[in-house]
């Protein structure tokens, strides 16, 4: 595999299919490849990790970096476009990037009770540096 833009070399791990509904998977994909271009671009990270874990009722992608923080939504369209499209399945999004304390993204999108979980643990997908 090649590294990621900004040169994290990637780590990544597959997860089981976490039992979610094709609009929460493809929410968290759009969550997930939105963070990782914003790591990308203006982070300047060395590791990125992606968390997916089903909890009751919810499916959660969470995206961590230890960047240079200070991500705000009213700065750019991206983050702002997140979550209008987690907001369109009833998903949220909390962003935690303190200036220069690297930034943790945390999507929560609902899953109808009768869709089964995957058993096991957390699916993780990292890069480290």
Known sequence: MTQIASGIPPMTAVPERQGATSAAETAAYFTAA????????????????????????ALTVEIA????????????????????????????????SPPGGGTRLRARIPVPAG????????????AAG
């Open 65 to 96: 970096d230890d960047g240079t923080g200070g991500a705000d939504p009213a700065s750019g369209s991206g983050l702002r476009g997140l979550v209008d499209r987690l907001g369109a399945v009833d998903g949220r999004l909390e962003i935690d």
């Open 34 to 57: 939105e963070a990782l271009t914003n790591v990308a671009r203006y982070a300047h990270a060395t590791a990125a990790t992606i968390t997916l874990r089903r909890e009751p009722g």
């Open 115 to 126: 869709v089964a979980a995957a058993a096991g643990e957390p699916g993780r997908v990292g």
